[in-house]
């Protein structure tokens, strides 16, 4: 029974759900009580009517109908009955609680010692009729905060109901029946709360087992932070770095300046820990893939620190990478052209670009030093970080094929959708010639 809702919630709503469904019924018979009280008083009136008009004697007559003072001392009792029963059921406190126990069972007392003392009318007192008012005041379990309170309300509201029906019994001479219309009502409230005591126990369990839940998302959340930023140092900081390093000496050069102004914005600002769809933008029709791509804003990047970049292969199927792969791709990319000016001990790199049904691959080359993967540094996060990590996170993978003394090539894999058939086909790659590098570029 949990609603629909949390596990955290199902408790308190449970708990009010039932007591207002209890109120509800409880109102309901005070409503029937009402009605019932003022037909009797109606029908022993006309009797009495009839009576004198017949010339019976003044004892018959009396012996017809009750008093109006007592009618009316009922009416009262159950109007103010029911108006505890509103204030319970807006406001559940320990003391309308009682206050409803108290006028209830005097209520109870009066319309049953009321509708018994009409002669001849009921054989018994179990007659459902009879029994409005009690169900009414069983109906108080529903007041309780937990299960366990409401069961004792209950209990002690069918006792005082059944012991001022026994008292009315045996002043108005009529026998006392234990009728079933109120004990399958107080056994039937009983169970439903008894149920929800033992529905609860598995509840410590599922909070607990929500808790943990939320505490694991946390932690991955934290994990992912922590991946963004040291990938973001990766992409900001040491690459300035880098920059101002193979910088010549004098005034810094216009490119540069920007380059450093916008990793400043970056850093001061948490566009970086936006999702990557939400800061890209899809590129226009008849633009130019290639030159729209962030792969191409990466690259040129690289060449403007004075690395030489020679880029072969199908460049305008870089369009069909979605724009969250684009971005991370286009950083992996920076990430390996960082290296090669970092570790290879030349200035030029080359870049090629494959295009296959399912995924692009870019292979970064160089013909410098070199190294052994396995004897990198554990403070060497360039490739771990900001490239495997990176491209794996895409659903990709990174292939690392080097030793010392032949160079490096990092093969960066990436998933792309599989267009289905009918639908705008690729168009084919054209072989396309190796771009030259700006002489101004290489010179910075």
């Known amino acids: 029974m949990t609603l629909g809702l949390p596990d955290h919630l199902v408790k308190r709503a449970l708990s009010h759900a039932l007591a207002r469904a209890a109120h509800w019924f409880a ?8 009605a019932a009280i003022l037909l009797l008083s109606l029908s022993t009136t006309s009797a009495t009517a009839t009576a004198t008009a017949t010339a019976t004697t003044t004892t018959t007559a009396a012996t017809l109908a009750t008093t109006p003072t007592e009618t009316l001392a009922t009416i009262v009792a159950l109007l103010l009955m029911a108006a505890v029963l509103i204030a319970l059921s807006l406001r559940r406190t320990v003391a309308l609680t009682i206050a409803y126990l108290v006028t209830g069972t005097v209520a109870t007392y009066l319309y049953t010692i009321t509708v018994l003392g009409i002669p001849a009318l009921f054989p018994s007192s179990n007659v459902f009729l009879v029994t409005l008012p009690k169900l009414a005041l069983v109906m108080i379990g529903g007041a309780g905060v937990s299960a366990r309170a409401g069961v004792l309300w209950s209990t002690t509201a069918f006792v005082l109901a059944e012991a001022v029906t026994v008292y009315a019994a045996t002043q108005t001479e009529v026998p006392y029946g234990a009728d079933v219309f109120t004990i399958s009502t107080y056994l039937f409230l009983v169970s439903v709360l008894l149920l929800t005591v033992f ?17 694991d998302q946390t932690r991955l959340l934290r994990h992912e932070l922590d ?35 916008d990793t400043l914005q970056t850093l001061r600002g948490t566009d970086w820990l936006t999702d990557a769809d939400a800061l890209s933008v899809e590129p226009h029709g008849g633009t130019d893939a290639w030159l729209t791509s962030a792969v191409y ?10 690395l030489v970049v020679e880029v072969t292969g199908a460049r305008a199927a870089l369009g069909r990478l979605s724009p969250a792969s684009d971005r991370e791709l286009s950083l992996a990319v920076q990430q390996c052209l960082v ?3 970092l570790h290879s001990g030349i200035v030029a790199a080359e870049v090629v670009i494959e295009s296959e049904p399912s995924s692009i691959s870019l ?16 403070d060497r996060l360039g490739l771990r970080q900001a490239v495997r990590r990176r491209i794996e996170r895409l659903g990709g993978s990174v292939s690392i094929l080097t030793r010392p003394g032949a160079g490096t090539s990092v093969m960066l894999s990436v998933p792309v959708a599989i267009e289905e058939p009918g639908g705008h086909a690729e168009p084919t790659e054209q072989p396309e010639q190796t771009e030259t590098p700006d002489p101004e570029r290489v010179s910075q």
């Open 339 to 341: 290296n090669v000016i």
């Open 27 to 34: 109102l309901t018979c005070l409503v029937a009580s009402l």
């Open 363 to 378: 292979m970064v080359m160089d013909a410098g030093r070199g190294f052994t993967e396995s004897e990198t540094g554990a």
């Open 227 to 261: 991946l963004r930023t040291l990938a973001l140092g990766q992409d900001t900081t040491l690459q300035q770095l880098v920059a101002l390093a193979r910088a010549h000496p004098g005034p810094l050069s216009a490119n540069l300046a920007g380059s450093i102004r």
């Open 199 to 215: 529905v609860r126990r598995e509840w410590s369990v599922q909070i607990a087992l929500h808790r943990a839940m939320q505490t």
């Open 297 to 306: 804003a990466a690259i040129e990047r690289s060449r403007d620190r004075g």
